[in-house]
Each structure stands twice: as structure tokens, then as C-alpha cells.
């Protein structure tokens, strides 16, 4: 059934940037845009295709005659230009160029010029430095724009470790900080989709300030600048968003940059299709390169359970150790070699490696050697729960935490019987997981700890984020003596003592439903910090003293 948008609000203006055909010259990319059926035409106002040096008077006429036939914008120049850079001249001639953009865009008719906000020097890693050098030089490029009667619109960048802010949040900031209230943005999905922002709640948040989407896709890692529908973002989202807001931004579709024709064709059609119809846009489940790993053996029937389900979707490798090792947690292989071997694996389409070491060293061998392409990884499904401070000693979680540490998302997950025969609900809880991730709903750093009862999935009463439960530890050691009179050990685990409150993962279990509980590496315990901090003058005085003697 159609969704209904709002009866105040027509449909955007849908465009293409003539960074969509880079390969054409940029008469020809604008004839193809308009030939396409758009209303609006951004030109990628860079080399190799339309930068200023390379505009002639009479391609200046053309421009302004376009104009007459569109909503046209210009996209100020971006390559090797920084108006954040911490040198001052490469900085003053960023700023020329911007405003070199306003004065074109006011002699050819166009509404807007698009610029960026430039990034910190991989020489000078300073935010707040940085961040002040893209105000004062921006602020110059705003006010002659206001002068010119052309619009400016602030587009957010990827610009990875160099980036200036991480949160939509921080980005408007620097909008702000220009005091210009005529100033408006240009929201990129794609680079959005990246950062990890939820471009449905920015397009809420912003509304009407931005002036363009730029629309493009991705899988979430790199702007790879795919049409619509081929990625991860969510447009059904996104399209709603727009519809309940009332945003009156430009539509500008930015795949390419060498698309053809046919592809400007069917990115036109999507973005049609999203906005009349947007239950038909559901974003494509992207297919994503899983690990799969556990402590209890490649053999183990909980595993293949989940291989079975994650399979139907995405791309699955096993890589597990070929004998159990519970309860083993983190430990590598550091003084003795790996060896694996191939094994058949039960599910069709699946490459499966029996490792002769623990699950943290299958996890370090696929992803260092074995199936180095993995986005995630998932460890399971483990017979018996891994709950409260027990994650720290789980084979299980060690896994997940080995890939955690080289920066792979990963799931553990446990089913909470030691005789467990209810795996299935465990493997679709997880399979929703990876597809969420999949497309883009779940951070891109992420560790989740994953614990289902071991009952029928009608009984299961639902899914909770859940905090680790505390216990406390009844392991009692044995003594005794072998044949020859020696003495050795036992480790004898009792009950354990769990105190069980609610919001924790032992209490959603014994209600009946299904505990994540979201970890992380930090386990700094700032409660004992100012302790110790106390105590290091007199330490550093004892090494003082000691060196006298």
C-alpha cells in the first residue's frame, strides 16, 4: 500500500550532477541530464570536466542559457583545495577559488554554490584549529555570496581521520559558527551513510536548511557512490523523513562518477519510484562477507545451525578449531605453529577450516590470512550461556573479541542450556543482526554478546538490551595424588552465585527473553583513579630514594 506524503508538500525537484558523467564534456553531461527528464543540473565545477581556467565567455553564455532551462547549481572546486588547511596560503587560494564559484554562479543565473569544509592538515591534527581556519575563510566566500545574491550550501564531507567533526551535530556547528541565517546545507548521503549518522533523523533535525540531497549509495565503508538501491542507506527512511518535514531540498543524483546513460535512467527511476511509492523502497540487502568461528568445534551442530541461516543471504566462511576449547577466552598460539586444514563443510556454497589452535587463533588467521575479506564476524552458536563477567572467559567471546580488537565488528552468541535443542531462534536473532549491520543500522564498530533461552521461539517473550549481570566465584581447588603418590589438582566449578537484578543479562534470561548486551575493550575502572592518581608522587619519591641508596 502507498504511503501518502503530506498534502502541503509536492514532490522535490529531482537532479544529477554532471559528476555522474565525468567521462563527457560538460555541455554534453548537461544535455544528458535534461534529456534524462531532470529538472535541476549541479556542475561539478572541477577538473577534469568544467573547472574556471577551462570556461570561455561563450561557455558562460551556454551556462546561463541552461539556467533558463533548470535549476542549476555549482559545485565549487574540490581537488587538492583545503579552505581548513594550517598552511595560509593553500588556505587563501581555497577561499579565492570558492569565491571565484559565487561570482560565476551569479553571472550565469545559478541558485547555489556547493562548497566543503575543508579538513585538518595530516601535518597539524588540531579539530579546534582547524575548524576556526574553515569559519574565517568561509565567512569571506558567505558574505560576497550575499553580496552576489547567490545561496551557499555547506556540504558534509568524508575526509575519514582528518575530518574536522564526526556527529551531523558538530557539522552544523560550524554553520553556526558563520552567522549567516540565508546559509543552508547540502546533505550527502553517502557520505553520511559512512560516518554511521542516521540521515533520517538529520533530515528531521534540519529540515528546512537543507537546501540539496545529494543522493548516492555505498556498503557502508567507502563512498563508492552507487545508485540508489545498491548499498546499504536506507531510503524508505530517508524518503519518509522528507515527506512528514516538508523539506523542499533538490534532489541530486551523484553516482558515478562514469555512469551511462542507462544508469542515469534507472537512478531517475528510483527516485521516483522512493518518493510515490516509499514501502517499495526498502533498502537492498547487501551480502556481507561473514566469519564464522566458536570454541566448541567446526563440527559442532549449533555452528552449522547458524551457517544454515546466515548462508541464504550473505557469503559464509568457517574457520573453527577442530576440537572443543571452552572456556579458554582471548588465548592465542604465540609459541608454537597453526596448522589447518580443509574440511567438508554440510552446507552447500560454504569453505570450512579446522584450525589446530583456539578460536581467538582462528579468528586471527582468517581474517590475517584465510578469508581476509571479512566485514564480520560471528562466533557461535555456543551450547551454554555466556553471561556477566563469564564473557570474559568464554572461547566463544574471546573470538568475537580477537576481530573486535583488529576493528571487524562481531557477534557472539550462546544459547543458554549445556544440553541446548533450541538453536534456531539463536540463528534467525542473529541473522536480523547481520542484516541490520548490513544495512547500515548498526555502528560499523561494534561487539555484541548474544544470549537466547533454550526454549521453543513461540515462548520466547522478546529481545532486550541488557547490561552484564555481576557473580560472584565458588570454583573450589581439589588436592589429591595420582598412583605414584604426586600431587595434583582440580578446578571444581560450583553454582554460581549470580546477583541478579533487573536491566541485566541473567535476568532477561530467566524471564524469557533473548539478552545483547554491546561490549567494548575499555576496561578502565574510573572509580580507582583518583587513588591512584594520589599515590604516584609517593611512588615516583620511592624510586627517587631507592636510586640515592
Known amino acids: ?148 545574491g547567490v545561496t551557499i550550501a555547506l556540504e558534509n564531507t568524508n575526509y575519514g581521520k582528518f575530518a574536522m567533526y564526526e556527529t551531523w551535530q558538530e557539522w552544523i556547528s560550524i554553520a553556526t559558527d558563520l552567522h549567516d541565517p540565508a546559509l543552508r546545507l547540502t546533505l550527502d548521503t553517502g557520505h553520511g551513510q559512512i560516518a554511521g549518522w542516521d540521515i533520517a533523523a538529520v533530515i528531521r533535525a534540519l529540515g528546512a536548511q537543507i537546501a540539496q540531497i545529494h543522493i548516492s549509495d555505498n556498503k557502508g565503508t567507502a563512498d563508492d557512490h552507487l545508485l540508489p538501491g545498491s548499498g546499504v542507506v536506507n531510503w524508505q527512511a530517508i524518503t519518509r523523513a522528507v515527506g512528514e518535514t516538508g523539506c523542499r531540498a533538490t534532489w541530486i543524483l551523484e553516482s558515478g562518477p562514469f555512469s551511462s546513460a542507462e544508469e542515469l535512467r534507472v537512478g531517475k527511476e528510483r527516485m521516483e519510484q522512493y518518493w510515490t511509492d516509499p514501502g517499495t523502497c526498502v533498502t537492498a540487502r547487501a551480502s556481507v562477507r561473514i566469519l564464522v568461528s566458536n570454541d566448541d568445534g567446526v563440527h559442532f551442530h549449533g555452528l552449522w545451525t547458524l551457517v544454515e541461516e546466515l548462508v541464504l543471504r550473505h557469503q559464509v566462511t568457517v574457520i573453527a578449531p577442530d576440537r572443543e576449547q571452552s572456556g579458554i577466552g582471548t588465548a592465542i598460539s604465540l609459541h608454537g605453529i597453526l596448522r589447518a586444514r580443509a574440511v567438508t563443510a554440510p552446507v552447500a556454497g560454504v569453505s570450512a577450516y579446522a584450525v589446530e589452535g583456539t578460536p581467538g587463533d582462528c579468528v586471527s588467521l582468517g581474517l590475517g590470512a584465510l578469508a581476509k575479506e571479512s566485514e564480520l564476524v560471528v562466533s557461535g552458536i555456543n551450547e551454554g550461556s555466556n553471561l556477566g563477567d563469564d564473557a570474559f572467559l568464554s572461547g566463544t567471546v574471546g573470538a568475537a573479541f580477537h576481530a573486535f580488537f583488529r576493528g571487524v565488528p562481531a557477534i557472539a552468541v550462546s544459547v543458554s542450556s549445556l544440553h541446548s535443542t533450541h538453536f534456531d531462534p539463536a540463528a534467525r536473532v542473529v541473522s536480523g543482526l547481520v542484516d541490520a549491520f548490513a544495512n547500515g543500522r548498526l555502528p560499523r564498530r561494534v561487539l555484541l554478546n548474544v544470549n537466547v533461552p533454550d526454549i521453543p521461539a513461540r515462548e520466547i517473550r522478546g529481545v532486550r538490551v541488557t547490561r552484564p549481570a555481576r557473580r560472584r566465584y565458588n ?47 575499555d576496561l578502565r575502572d574510573e572509580g580507582c583513579v583518583p587513588s591512584l592518581e594520589s599515590l604516584c608522587e609517593l611512588l615516583g619519591r620511592t624510586l627517587s630514594d631507592s636510586d640515592e641508596i
Not at 501 to 509: F, H, K, Q, R, Y
Open 1 to 148: 500500500m502507498k504511503q501518502p506524503q503530506p498534502s502541503t508538500f509536492q514532490s522535490p525537484v529531482l537532479g544529477a550532477s554532471t559528476l555522474c558523467l565525468l567521462f563527457l564534456p560538460w555541455r554534453e553531461a548537461i544535455k544528458e541530464i535534461l534529456a534524462q527528464g531532470f529538472a535541476a543540473v549541479e556542475l561539478f565545477c572541477d577538473a577534469p570536466q568544467a573547472h574556471f581556467t577551462q570556461l570561455s565567455a561563450e561557455d558562460r553564455r551556454a551556462l546561463k542559457s541552461f539556467s533558463s532551462q533548470c535549476e542549476l547549481s555549482l559545485h565549487a572546486p574540490t581537488f587538492e583545495l583545503n579552505v581548513a588547511s594550517a598552511n595560509p596560503d593553500a588556505r587563501a587560494e581555497a577561499v579565492r577559488q570558492y569565491c571565484q564559484a559565487v561570482r560565476l554562479a551569479a553571472a550565469v543565473g545559478a541558485r547555489r554554490v556547493v562548497v566543503h569544509e575543508g579538513h585538518m592538515s595530516y601535518w597539524k591534527l588540531d579539530r579546534r584549529a582547524a575548524r576556526q581556519a574553515a569559519v574565517d575563510g568561509l565567512s569571506q566566500v558567505v558574505a560576497l555570496a550575499k553580496q552576489e
Open 475 to 521: 570454583e573450589q581447588v581439589r588436592e589429591e595424588e595420582d598412583a605414584r603418590g604426586k600431587t595434583y589438582y582440580w578446578i571444581v566449578r560450583e553454582r554460581p552465585d549470580w546477583e541478579i537484578e533487573e536491566g541485566t543479562d541473567i535476568s532477561a534470561l530467566q524471564n524469557g527473553f533473548i539478552s545483547i548486551v554491546p561490549l567494548r575493550s
